[in-house]
């Protein structure tokens, strides 16, 4: 232990006969100390008689002894005198042993080999003490090794321990945020009160960051001036709490450079700005009253389409406090949506107050008309009677409201000035209705005891700013004794125009509240859908753990984000059906269906809900196929929201779908055991934004879009929705539909189909002759029976005119990709090179998938357009950061080579340098000219195989479309491509030859040209 060496101890006597003990330390390298000791048992009669007996072998008569350290004699054996006595060291640790051999004395001609077989004897023992110590050195550093090798465990574990600990934490803090996200997007998509929307930004954030106050200024004068639109206080803070709640945050308005400088900073950078209170001065503020500044702060800018809308603090008073970056990034993350929602329900509010206006001075005008002494009808574009006074109907009749207009000529007995029965369409409303204007005709009024009374009737048209006819008024005076009421007659005329132009004016102010609803509807629905799909995105990427594996409670909270967020967009779409079917842009897709697959996919769907609530769904499709036309994905949607309204409203008992054919019409009914709706409510339930008020119904929540939504498309597809129920006995709603008998497929055996869009029938039928029995081509001049064809036709290739008309190719696209069965179809666009159709320049052929499609979908879709799946090489072209990194992400995990380009230009650079297998490409976001940057690099005859897949919007607005066809245009300008005949592109894209048949297909031009 002293000296850390290998020690010997002297001989000892064990039961077993004498030994030797040879103790080795074992010594840690680092300090030095002696952290085990190996003992090892030496028999040393053992060992000499190994050293003697290399001499004893070589001689006849020997004799040997040996002695341990300190001469101690071990053996008993003694030599005759005389004898030559050799004396040999032999070393043991850190001690000596002697060997004494005695032989007899040789003859001089056997000496030298003696000593040969002495120095082998010697040689031997050596190699043999050798051979043991070595043994012993490699046991005694094998188990050093092993020492060493637990405590480098111990030290992982520890370690392992530390890092278990810290993603623990991270874990609660991700899912308090997570927890608060899910509150504030529930409230935020459901309130469309701006304070609520507030409260709930501010308290949220507040929570995760621990803050003691928090503000929110809002711009006004075109980004200018800040104003003070709420504060909250959180904790008590001594001497600045009560400070800051005795001032009025709404006094506060000011230029925004005279704000505090965190206020400041964040406005000017459009950045978060985050103080943790480094600094040791805290300046007053004296715009806000002298309170002293925060120790430290956080300050967001509410954005909305890139620009700045106001501000949003939290601040803390008390100490300095580190934020950390995933913190900051969520209150950046929520101020978004918050910001969206606010401004919606400002202008909600905003057009709250615009309709409450237009309503009270549509009740003032009413009242007005009651008052007049002068008899005013009202008809709409039908000549429906829409509102009369009493003066009105004491002039031709107490049953004026129920008498059609075409009858009021015989019911009333009216005449013309000249005493000859009127014909109906001599009347002045009629004729205000065909667009007339009639000023001061006379007319008599024959009542059934035979009086008579002069009437001066003038009639006019009304109409909207765009010349559209809205109905009709009629203004009626009695003249009897005209000379006596002349000046009357006068006043009631120009009081009769000043409140024609009133009532005009407003019909003009709720037209334009209409058109401003559907425009702020469509804009803001696009604008809170990108931020909800980058939350699906990464609450995929998390599920597909692409970061790291989640727990079981974590994936159920990420599961639970992933429903709300689809919840949201649901909501949004809904929102957006109803502005495109008010703008009239919604396109229907309708194809000849089986009623019995639609009803019982809707119903497979819904089952799970009504088997959480224990209700019974039952479905009878009948016996008989019902086959109607109609857009499958529409129809589909009003039986998912028919049976979910019914399972929503149903507390118990059963839901019943049945089929009907009745004549020509095709029924869907749903029936369920619910409470019932009240007979005055029937046909309100399907007004937009309506629902039933108080009881069991009212809980349910929703928006009130879904019938008004159902109904809409329904009549679109030539149908229509009514509703029969009994309160306490259920309801019944009735989706009638026209019948359709089913085509046979005409398919041609072996061929393969391809569906074209192209501007006129002509080019059509000249593109199937000249592909006659290689290619079954099917045509269409309509973005939706293209769409229609693609469903029935099932084909290999759609290909598609990029010039046609009214945005026709985008329109195609997006109407493919709403088909469960078309959405798959590879693309081939190209545009028309010449009037005819002949020819056309190449624009490619295109993988098309929507950015509203499930993540792993994506990915799927992506990974089909290429060869090879391992280690395949994807190039993303988008200038969206979240969707870049979501699909790298994901494309990575997939065992994907990704390289991210924000626009065109930056992919024909890197393209340059290195060939990708598939490039992805969101050519909206892809700089000033996606297409136009795919048809460059098509150019080059090595990359016209690299497939290309476009990522488009679910819902592209008319902006999108118009985008997408200027670019095309601008190629097929500029003629960046190859230009081909138009049936020899199609072969190419199809994969079919055509050589056999040149000589035919110039036949058929020819015959086409005579």
């Given at each position: 232990m002293a000296t850390r060496r290998t020690t010997a101890s002297g001989v000892?006597?064990?039961?077993?006969?004498?030994?030797?003990?040879?103790?080795?330390?074992?010594?840690?390298?680092?300090?030095?100390?002696?952290?085990?000791?190996?003992?090892?048992?030496?028999?040393?009669?053992?060992?000499?008689?190994v050293a003697a007996s290399v001499v004893a072998d070589s001689l006849e008569d020997v004799f040997w002894s040996l002695s341990g350290p300190n001469d101690i004699r071990l053996t008993s054996n003694t030599a005759p005198g005389g004898w030559p006595v050799v004396s040999k060291p032999v070393r043991v640790a850190d001690s000596f042993w002697r060997v004494d051999i005695a032989y007899r004395p040789p003859e001089m001609r056997l000496v030298r080999a003696e000593r040969i077989a002495v120095w082998v004897a010697g040689t031997a023992l050596a190699l043999a003490i050798a051979a043991i110590l070595f043994f012993l050195r490699r046991t005694i550093n094998l188990q050093r090794e092993e020492l060493l090798r637990r405590q480098a465990a111990e030290d992982a574990a520890r370690t392992a321990a530390g890092e278990a600990r810290q993603r623990a934490r991270e874990a609660r803090d991700l899912a308090a945020q997570l927890e608060a996200a899910q509150r504030a997007a529930q409230q935020l998509s459901t309130s469309l009160d701006p304070e609520t929307v507030i409260e709930f930004l501010l308290g949220g954030v507040a929570e995760i960051l621990s803050a003691d106050v928090a503000s929110l200024y809002t711009f006004?004068?075109?980004?200018?001036?800040?104003?003070?639109?709420?504060?909250?206080?959180?904790?008590?803070?001594?001497?600045?709490?009560?400070?800051?709640?005795?001032?009025?945050?709404?006094?506060?308005?000011?230029?925004?450079?005279?704000?505090?400088?965190?206020?400041?900073?964040?406005?000017?950078?459009?950045?978060?700005?985050?103080?943790?209170?480094?600094?040791?001065?805290?300046?007053?503020?004296?715009?806000?009253?002298?309170?002293?500044?925060?120790?430290?702060?956080?300050?967001?800018?509410?954005?909305?389409?890139?620009?700045?809308?106001?501000?949003?603090?939290?601040?803390?008073?008390?100490?300095?406090?580190?934020?950390?970056?995933?913190?900051?990034?969520?209150?950046?993350?929520?101020?978004?949506?918050?910001?969206?929602?606010?401004?919606?329900?400002?202008?909600f509010a905003s057009l709250e107050e615009e309709r409450e206006r237009a309503q009270r001075e549509a009740l003032r005008f009413a009242a007005l008309i009651d008052q007049m002494a002068d008899g005013v009808v009202v008809v709409d574009a039908a000549g429906r009677l829409d509102r009369s006074n009493a003066a009105a109907a004491e002039l031709l009749g107490e049953d004026l409201t129920e008498v059609p207009v075409e009858e009021w000529p015989t019911r009333f007995g009216l005449m013309s000035a000249d005493g000859r029965p009127m014909v109906a369409s001599e009347l002045p409303l009629t004729r205000a209705l065909r667009g007339e204007r009639v000023r001061r005709a006379t007319f008599i009024v024959r009542s059934p005891w035979g009086t008579e009374r002069h009437l001066s009737i003038s009639a006019g048209p009304i109409v909207t700013p765009d010349g559209q006819p809205a109905g009709a008024a009629?203004?009626?005076?009695?003249?009897?004794?005209?000379?006596?009421?002349?000046?009357?007659?006068?006043?009631?005329?120009?009081?009769?125009?000043?409140?024609?132009?009133?009532?005009?004016?407003?019909?003009?102010?709720?037209?334009?509240?209409?058109?401003?609803?559907?425009?702020?509807?469509?804009?803001?629905?696009?604008?809170?859908?990108?931020?909800?799909?980058?939350?699906?995105?990464?609450?995929?990427?998390?599920?597909?753990?692409?970061?790291?594996?989640l727990n079981e409670e974590q994936r159920a909270m990420l599961s639970r984000v992933r429903e709300t967020s689809k919840h949201l967009l649901g909501l949004i779409n809904e929102v957006l059906d109803l502005a495109k079917i008010g703008a009239g842009r919604m396109d229907l897709v309708l194809v000849e269906t089986d009623l019995g697959e639609i009803v019982s996919r809707a119903s497979e769907q819904v089952a799970p809900l009504a088997a959480a609530k224990g209700l019974a769904l039952e479905v009878d499709t009948g016996s008989q196929p019902i086959t109607v036309k109609a857009d499958e994905t529409r129809l589909t949607q009003i039986v998912i929201n028919l049976l979910s309204n019914a399972v929503k409203f149903t507390p118990s008992g059963s839901v019943h779908l049945s089929l009907r054919l009745e004549g020509d019409t095709a029924e869907i009914r749903v029936k369920d055991s619910g409470p019932g709706i009240p007979d005055e409510e029937r046909e309100r339930i399907f007004e937009e934004f309506y629902q039933v008020e108080g009881g069991f119904s009212r809980s349910t929540g929703g928006t009130g879009l879904g019938l008004a939504i159902a109904r809409?498309?329904?009549?679109?597809?030539?149908?229509d929705i009514r509703v029969e129920s009994e309160l306490g006995e259920g309801s019944e709603f009735i989706v009638r539909l026209p019948a359709a008998q089913p085509r046979p497929s005409h398919a041609m055996d072996g061929a393969p189909r391809a569906v074209v869009l192209l501007h006129d029938d002509f080019a059509i039928r000249r593109l199937q002759q000249d592909l006659s029995g290689r290619l079954r081509v099917a045509g269409a001049t309509e973005p939706t029976a293209l769409a229609a064809l693609a469903r029935r036709e099932h084909p290999a290739l759609v290909a598609i005119d990029a010039l046609a008309p009214d945005h026709g190719a985008w329109r195609a696209i997006a109407a493919l990709q709403t088909e469960e069965h078309t959405h798959d179809v590879p693309v081939q666009l190209f545009a028309r090179d010449d009037e005819a159709g002949e020819t056309a320049l190449?624009?490619?052929?295109?993988?098309?998938?929507?950015?509203?499609?499930?993540?792993?979908?994506?990915?799927?879709?992506?990974?089909?357009?290429?060869?090879?799946?391992?280690?395949?090489?994807?190039?993303?072209?988008?200038?969206?950061?979240?969707?870049?990194?979501?699909?790298?992400?994901?494309?990575?995990?997939?065992?994907?080579?990704?390289?991210?380009?924000?626009?065109?230009?930056?992919?024909?650079e890197e393209q340059a340098h290195e060939r990708p297998d598939v490039i992805v490409m969101d050519p909206l976001n892809a700089g000033s000219d996606g297409i136009g940057s795919i048809a460059r690099m098509r150019m080059d005859p090595d990359n016209m195989r690299i497939p290309v897949v476009l990522m488009l919007?679910?819902?592209?607005?008319?902006?999108?479309?118009?985008?997408?066809?200027?670019?095309?245009e601008n190629v097929a300008r500029v003629r960046r491509g190859r230009v081909h005949a138009t049936a020899e592109l199609l072969r190419k894209a199809a994969g079919v030859g055509l050589e056999s048949r040149s000589g035919e297909l110039d036949q058929n031009r020819r015959e086409s040209s005579g």
């Open positions: 000892i006597d064990f039961p077993v006969g004498r030994r030797i003990v040879v103790f080795n330390p074992v010594v840690r390298g680092d300090t030095g100390a002696v952290r085990n000791v190996i003992a090892a048992e030496l028999d040393p009669t053992s060992v000499a008689r006004e004068d075109e980004g200018e001036v800040l104003v003070g639109r709420r504060r909250m206080v959180f904790r008590d803070v001594p001497g600045i709490t009560d400070k800051l709640l005795s001032e009025d945050i709404r006094q506060v308005r000011a230029p925004v450079n005279m704000m505090p400088p965190h206020i400041v900073e964040a406005a000017a950078t459009g950045e978060p700005y985050v103080n943790e209170g480094r600094s040791r001065e805290r300046p007053l503020l004296g715009v806000t009253g002298g309170a002293e500044a925060p120790v430290a702060s956080v300050t967001v800018p509410l954005m909305i389409a890139g620009r700045a809308v106001g501000v949003a603090s939290w601040e803390i008073y008390s100490e300095p406090r580190d934020f950390p970056p995933a913190l900051v990034a969520f209150a950046q993350a929520l101020a978004a949506p918050a910001a969206a929602a606010l401004r919606t329900a400002e202008l009629m203004v009626m005076r009695d003249i009897s004794d005209e000379h006596q009421y002349a000046e009357m007659l006068r006043h009631t005329n120009r009081e009769l125009r000043r409140q024609a132009e009133m009532l005009e004016e407003v019909n003009q102010q709720l037209r334009q509240a209409t058109k401003a609803k559907d425009q702020f509807l469509a804009v803001m629905s696009h604008e809170l859908r990108t931020p909800i799909n980058a939350i699906m995105g990464y609450s995929d990427l998390l599920d597909l753990g692409v970061k790291g594996e809409r498309f329904a009549r679109l597809m030539g149908g190449d624009l490619g052929r295109y993988c098309v998938v929507t950015k509203a499609a499930s993540l792993d979908r994506v990915v799927e879709r992506i990974l089909e357009c290429v060869d090879r799946t391992d280690g395949a090489s994807v190039m993303i072209v988008d200038d969206d950061a979240d969707a870049r990194r979501i699909l790298s992400d994901a494309l990575t995990a997939a065992g994907c080579r990704v390289k991210s380009v924000r626009s065109g230009v930056e992919m024909l919007p679910f819902e592209m607005t008319p902006a999108d479309m118009e985008r997408l066809s200027a670019a095309a």
